[in-house]
């Protein structure tokens, strides 16, 4: 730990923040001259990093530290762009480092940018002596060949088993307290926080959790009352009332949700502009195989039209390629798991024995985990094709394909009970346990089971080490390090699809996947919302402990909307109206009040009604509040007549010396 001068004369302190993994080493090794790791060690010295070494129980530890001033002059090489005092958005200079905004927290880089400045620093070091190194480990040699990055040959060797970030024990700690622990709270949370210490997207996932909870108060209250109060002969009637108030509810909450989204880019300094990697474009280590914007312009020089045509082919190829690969995932799921799970649905219905059921769920839910696993690796192969242009578009893509295969296996049971056999009884059975069983089970394993593999993992590590000094001196054996222990907990990945995807992906199908259960059969099992409002309390706290405790410090994306999860939600509104305007058709001519013919043409009034609510919520809630398209409007003014400004005085200025040069002839 040291401090560090910001550009405002304050002082900062400065953190290890990545560590690097290397195996244990005996003593007589590390003195030789080319041994590889002090090497390492000693140019990671050079860059101007911190350097901390922790001997654990098999492995070493480097941990590394960066001063403000060597991460400023990485984000300068960089071109990360920042926001000015002026509102514009400037590249990065270490020098005019007070011309640029600070972060809500007070630090002069987010998260996300000290991670690849990080990033660039340590992957940079490379061979810049005019012949090839040769480099020592274990009795072994190996050439650090000219321009070679040093740390990615160790890696490519197994010197290096792992690089990864550390967690702030300063920071976590104060977040454990005061977010994670933090019952009190029921929906509160320290967003702003949370955004400094994990970055954009996880902050946007808990800022959304946190809005959808809080929405969730009126429907799950309007839902409990449904269920206490007997209405009667008015039951038939008070049911389509709640079925329109949760869908113009659904449509105001995300109307909403996008508003408050603009405000924390705002807040969060980031350009509306901003693609999925925008300002990032360092980040995107696994690039398409496809030719960038940029590589076309040079390959077509100034030729318009031959430029023209290549844009255009490109485009369509990668659309049609987009299509393509999303028609066989589709024709996949008709033929291949529609009749399965159609299958499932039926003889759960058939079999009369609870036993026989219980048997068929457990074959059916080890059968689905071997079809999603199938479908998640068919659809990452097909993505590779695909013309994305960069890491978060490609994890979209696959969000899209994943999503349907769980749709299919969420709710095609759920249909064939409600609108098939009709038997709303068997339907309310199946969404009670879904909603209530699935999700506690849910959150048991996700938290439970990676704290099980952790603590496997240290088991075997004491166990091994007590193994190895068997005959030695005798003690107690058990890890001292924090830095070890953080390096046996599992990474915060997602379940299919980790080298494109995050954790998020699986806290997100989960909120997906609850929120299309309570929407689509909304009208045959209203207390549905009180049991997703109470999951989602408790869905806050959880995922705030494992991001904190039971997980390593996950790699910071710089996503700043929900991207393919609002389309899925949206997707999920349509869908709700469609499915609930069946189930009121089956409740009326299932109780007699209706006949089948009227029931069926005011039921279709309604639906298109709703539809027109939908379209009409969606254009009269502005997407953005207007302080923040003031407040953007105010700084492209200030851009404007600044650059306008600047432009005049080079004008005026050459234009006198074109005058004196003439004068001077």
């Given at each position: ?241 709640f079925f329109i108030s949760m869908v113009s509810w659904a449509v105001l909450f995300f109307q909403f949700w996008k508003r408050k989204n603009s405000a924390l880019l705002t807040r969060w300094q980031i350009s509306y502009s901003v693609g999925a990697d925008s300002g990032y474009k360092f980040l995107d280590m696994n690039r398409s195989s496809f030719q960038s914007p940029v590589e076309l312009i040079k390959k077509w020089g ?364």
């Amino acid at each position: 730990m040291g401090l560090e001068m910001n550009g405002q004369g304050e002082e900062e302190q400065t953190a290890f923040e990545i560590a690097v993994v290397i195996p244990k080493r005996n003593v007589k090794e590390r003195d030789e001259e080319c041994d590889c790791v002090e090497v390492l060690v000693d140019e990671f010295r050079k860059v101007g990093l911190i350097i901390d070494r922790v001997i654990g129980l098999h492995d070493e530890f480097i941990k590394l530290a960066a001063p403000l001033e060597t991460l400023g002059r990485a984000a300068a090489k960089l071109q990360i762009k920042k926001r000015t005092h002026i509102g514009m958005d400037l590249q990065f200079e270490w020098d005019e480092c007070e011309a640029f905004v600070r972060q809500p927290d007070g630090s002069l880089f987010s998260w996300c940018e000290r991670f690849h400045c990080y990033h660039h620093i340590i992957y940079g070091i490379v061979n810049n002596s005019k012949s090839v190194i040769t480099l020592n480990s274990d009795g072994k040699e190996f050439h650090w060949e000219l321009r070679e990055s040093l740390l990615r040959k160790l890696e490519s060797v197994g010197i290096v088993k792992r690089v990864f970030p550390l967690h702030d024990e300063i920071k976590r700690k104060h977040l454990l307290r005061n977010w994670a622990l933090n019952y009190k709270d029921l929906t509160k949370q320290p967003i702003d926080e949370i955004y400094s210490y994990f970055g954009t997207k996880i902050a946007t996932y808990f800022a959304f959790l946190g809005m959808y909870t809080q929405w969730m108060f009126f429907p799950a209250v309007f839902g409990l009352t449904l269920q206490l109060i007997d209405f009667g002969s008015l039951q038939l009637l008070v049911l389509p009332i709640f079925f329109i108030s949760m869908v113009s509810w659904a449509v105001l909450f995300f109307q909403f949700w996008k508003r408050k989204n603009s405000a924390l880019l705002t807040r969060w300094q980031i350009s509306y502009s901003v693609g999925a990697d925008s300002g990032y474009k360092f980040l995107d280590m696994n690039r398409s195989s496809f030719q960038s914007p940029v590589e076309l312009i040079k390959k077509w020089g100034n030729d318009k039209t031959k430029g023209k045509e290549i844009f255009q082919r490109e485009e369509w190829f990668g659309r049609l390629t987009r299509f393509r690969n999303d028609a066989i995932v589709a024709f996949g799921i008709i033929c291949l798991q529609l009749p399965f799970e159609l299958a499932y649905a039926h003889l759960y219905e058939e079999v009369g024995s609870d036993l026989m059921k219980f048997g068929l769920t457990v074959a059916y839910l080890f059968a689905i985990q071997y079809f999603t696993k199938i479908g998640g690796k068919l659809s990452v192969s097909l993505i590779k094709y695909e013309n994305n242009e960069n890491t978060e578009y490609k994890a979209n893509s696959l969000i899209y394909k994943v999503f349907g295969l769980y749709f299919m296996q969420s709710y095609i049971g759920v249909f064939y009970h409600a609108l098939l056999h009709r038997n709303f009884k068997t339907l309310r059975q199946v969404l009670l346990q879904r909603l209530i069983v699935s999700e506690v089970l849910e959150n048991l394993v996700e938290n439970s089971l990676p704290y099980l593999k952790y603590s496997y993992k240290k088991y075997r590590a004491v166990r091994n080490k007590r193994k190895c000094e068997k005959g030695s001196s005798t003690g107690k054996i058990q890890l001292t390090s924090r830095v070890e222990k953080e390096y046996l907990k599992p990474t915060y990945s997602a379940s299919i699809g980790e080298e494109l995807e995050d954790g998020l992906f699986d806290d997100f199908l989960e909120l997906a996947l609850q929120f299309g259960m309570i929407m689509m059969f909304a009208c045959a099992f209203p207390l549905a919302f009180s049991f997703a409002a109470l999951n989602n309390i408790t869905e806050i706290r959880t995922d705030a402990l494992k991001l904190l405790s039971i997980f390593k410090r996950p790699v910071p994306r710089a996503a700043a909307t929900i991207g393919a999860w609002l389309n899925i939600f949206q997707f999920l509104i349509v869908m709700s109206i469609c499915t609930n305007c069946a189930l009121l058709v089956c409740l009326y001519d299932q109780e007699g009040k209706w006949k089948l013919e009227p029931g069926l043409a005011a039921i279709l009034i309604m639906e298109h009604v709703l539809l027109l609510i939908k379209f009409v919520f969606s254009h009269i809630v502005p997407e953005e509040p207007a302080w923040v398209r003031a407040n953007r409007m105010k700084n492209a003014t200030q851009a404007q007549d600044m650059c306008s400004k600047r432009l005049l005085r080079s004008i005026s200025g050459g234009k006198k010396l074109f005058g004196e040069i003439k004068k001077n002839k």
